[in-house]
């Protein structure tokens, strides 16, 4: 299992690098996508009364998450990558034990908090340890690579979740989960090397962790990425809270709602493994810059058509309109992280946290904001991704202004 002299892991095992980051990320999004189905039966049992209120299932995990990242990179910065990321999978596996016994809406809502705060460990500490091999275009290269594999599992975890449901109790959802979480464990132990050497670790300190968030919220690019960042996955956010109700409840789409979820995961996919290619060539800001203007654009033609037929406009349109924005998202995902830490590889554990958590917090206010102005059409959804799309815009015309470095 031999690594470069760089830490960057060598030719032969760069597939097993890539899909092993992917898993551990992964985790997030089939704790999130995998429930969608499930949702209205879950609601049922543990006595949810406004359908809107099935949402915070998704969104509470997402709380989890912001408030859990904080923790892992100044840890990962101390103690090494691997065991920051230990310790947020057993937080996973407890939160996964608490929802499958719960028996109130209240338990699982913390059940998928703890879940959220445990997921946060292999979803922040695995960009600080990328960036600890790579830096700049290829950093964004190999999150892109990441991104692709990565995004097989939301377009593969609602259908799980309804196989699920044909044969079993939605608690076995759950059980599924945690029997993942536990192989994630086992692979990441035994063939991932620590990414951060003794000599480069810092010490668990309060101030340093202080200058640090501020370093990071003080310059402007790494700063301007992360708003741009929770801008645009907040509008991503607002459509996995409301998609299931809009999929299955507005269009009638009932079991058929998974394949069409896939079909659109499958566009960011695609998106993310194409971004792998371009990327190197034409860099990360000119490919954003072209992806945000497709997404307003289309965002805002497709929300004007959409008014126009009283909000429910036909499916095939519907879908056209999603998986190109979802295709310009799958562009931005990768770069935008990678933009937000090129310069912060000196302090990549807590610049990840911060950059992580402030983004996660953004979205999961404006995400959760459409969600719940879900109103039996598509437009609080379009809308939204319009309004978003062009303030991401805004803020990365604001960062790149203060660029003193040449173009990336």
């Known amino acids: 299992m031999s690594e470069s002299e760089s830490g960057q892991p060598s030719g032969r095992r760069l597939g097993e690098f890539v899909t092993l980051m992917a898993l551990l990320i992964s985790l997030v999004a089939l704790s999130i996508d995998a429930m969608l189905p499930a949702l209205p039966e879950i609601g049922r049992d543990l006595g949810v009364e406004r359908s809107n209120d099935n949402q915070l299932i998704i969104s509470v995990l997402f709380l989890g998450l912001a408030a859990g990242q904080m923790i892992y990179g100044p840890l990962s910065d101390s103690t090494g990558r691997k065991p920051a990321i230990y310790l947020g999978l057993v937080l996973f596996i407890a939160g996964c034990l608490l929802s499958i016994f719960a028996t109130s809406f209240s338990a699982m809502l913390a059940g998928r908090f703890l879940q959220g705060i445990g997921a946060g460990g292999p979803r922040i500490v695995i960009v600080a340890l990328v960036r600890d091999c790579y830096e700049g275009r290829a950093m964004a290269r190999i999150m892109s690579f990441v991104m692709a594999v990565f995004i097989l599992v939301p377009a593969l975890a609602p259908a799980l979740g309804q196989a699920i449901l044909l044969v079993a109790h939605w608690r076995a959802i759950f059980v599924s989960f945690l029997v993942l979480a536990v192989i994630a464990f086992a692979w990441f132990a035994l063939r991932q090397p620590e990414t951060l050497t003794p000599d480069r670790r810092k010490p668990f300190s309060p101030r340093r962790i202080g200058l640090a968030v501020v370093e990071t919220c003080t310059n402007r690019i790494a700063f301007g990425y992360t708003i741009a960042a929770g801008l645009i996955f907040g509008a991503f956010i607002g459509y996995l809270a409301s998609a299931q109700q809009i999929f299955q409840e507005l269009y009638g789409l009932g079991r058929l709602f998974p394949v069409y979820f896939a079909v659109l995961a499958l566009s960011i996919g695609s998106a993310s493994y194409l971004n792998a290619r371009l990327v190197m060539r034409f860099g990360m800001r000119f490919l954003s810059d072209r992806a945000l203007l497709v997404l307003c654009g289309s965002s805002v033609a ?43 590889g000196h302090i990549a554990g807590v610049a990840a946290a911060v950059v992580g958590s402030i983004t996660t917090f953004i979205s999961l206010a404006l995400g959760t904001a459409i969600g719940q102005s879900y109103n039996a059409t598509v437009l609080p959804l379009v809308g939204g991704f319009a309004l978003l799309g062009l303030g991401a815009l805004g803020v990365m015309r604001w960062a790149e202004a203060g660029r003193q470095t040449p173009s990336s």
């Open 302 to 344: 497709s929300f004007v058509a959409a008014a126009a037929l009283s909000g429910q406009p036909p499916l095939w349109a519907l879908m056209t309109y999603l998986m190109i924005a979802f295709f310009c998202i799958g562009i931005l995902f990768g770069n935008f992280n990678s933009l937000a830490m090129q310069s912060m």
